[in-house]
């Protein structure tokens, strides 16, 4: 029997014949058998078409986030102004769905869709619509995690009302289930508005990005619910006459982290409140910020962590401070949305 190593010599001889008798091989007059050349253009070859430079983004380094990989700050150098939202209608989104614990002036769940039947209990979602009617606003309203992923770029502000924990995930998808954050960062580099009211600061605890768009913020815990003095920081188009201080009623979140690189507009004096905080948070005894802006992204936001109590919401100002309240958010709502200046340095 004839060795593996004979064997093989004979099959590339064999091989060799065969390329030799069908053109193979060294014969160049077969079109077949040529090997094409690759010339180098940089050594005179065809020319080939230049690539063009792209110009740098002009985004200061002070304005590079790297920890949420976003601009953001008080520039408007942050701020994508592309036209996205030229010829959108004066029109924002409510969004309400809670994950979580449910504020009690959001009332009963809202059945899926867009604008569903509302409920008497629905105090905050009605009293937003109608502030936003009032000024020539149209609002929609959902607490349907498919209607914000499929609809959003459809307004100028998309506002969260005490909307908490993973929001924006939808279990029931069979795949995508985080559209609506796709959605979400999208719109903000579109140039949209995004306003958080209330519980909105405690959502998506595990996405990086929301939390740099809260103004690298997010709840930790609250006192008890009781009175304190709001004091108006800043001269912007949402503080326009706003009175410098007035009384109010909430929940006076402390946050963890605590904003940065945002300009703040409104704080609690912390001498009016009794307690201050409740453990084991130590409160922010010498500044307690409680509204504040920042452009993001490429979008702007305008956030509250006011909003607790359902007669801060209701027609009949009621609750304490109600009318300086309403008057702070729709004028934030309105900077958000592009109508007015926003977040001025």
């Not at 209990?121 to 959902?142: F, H, K, P, S, Y």
Request: glycine content about 8%; proline content about 8%; hydrophobic content about 40%.
């Amino acid at each position: 029997m004839k060795s593996k190593k004979t064997l093989a010599l004979a099959m590339a001889s064999a091989l060799a014949l065969t390329l030799a008798a069908c053109g193979g091989g060294s014969d160049n007059n077969d079109p077949v058998a040529e090997t094409p050349v690759v010339e180098d253009p940089v050594a005179g070859g065809p020319d080939v078409p230049e690539v063009p430079e792209v110009p740098p983004i002009d985004v200061p380094d002070e304005l590079l986030d790297t920890y949420y990989n976003v601009c953001r700050g008080t520039s408007p150098k942050c701020y994508n102004d592309w036209g996205a939202f030229a010829t959108t209608p004066d029109r924002v989104l409510i969004y309400s769905r809670t994950a979580g614990p449910r504020h009690a002036n959001l009332g009963t769940v809202m059945a899926a869709g867009l604008n569903p039947p509302m409920a008497d209990n629905n105090v905050m979602q009605a009293g937003l619509v109608r502030l936003m009617t009032e000024n020539g606003i149209q609002a929609d309203w959902t607490e349907d995690v498919t209607i914000l992923a499929g609809r959003i770029n459809q307004y100028k502000a998309v506002i969260f009302a005490s909307s908490n924990r993973d929001t924006l995930w939808n279990a029931a998808a069979p795949n995508s289930n985080d559209a609506a954050r796709t959605a979400l960062r999208n719109y903000m580099r579109r140039g949209g508005g995004f306003v958080a009211l209330h519980n909105a600061f405690g959502a998506e605890y595990n996405w990086p990005y929301y939390e740099g768009l809260l103004g690298n913020a997010n709840f930790y815990n609250h006192g008890p619910n009781r009175a304190g003095d709001v004091e108006i920081l800043a001269t912007d188009p949402s503080t326009q006459g706003i009175p410098l201080k007035f009384g109010f009623q909430d929940e006076w979140y402390n946050l963890e982290p605590f904003p940065t690189n945002v300009k703040f507009l409104a704080k609690v004096d912390t001498s009016t409140l009794n307690p201050l905080t409740s453990a084991p948070h130590p409160g922010h005894k010498d500044f307690h910020p409680v509204a504040w802006c920042q452009y993001y992204d490429g979008g702007r936001a305008w956030l509250t962590t006011l909003g607790h109590n359902a007669n801060s919401f209701t027609a009949d100002l009621s609750g304490a401070g109600a009318e300086p309240f309403q008057k702070f958010i729709v004028q934030g709502i309105k900077s958000a949305m592009g109508l007015t200046e926003f977040c001025t340095e």
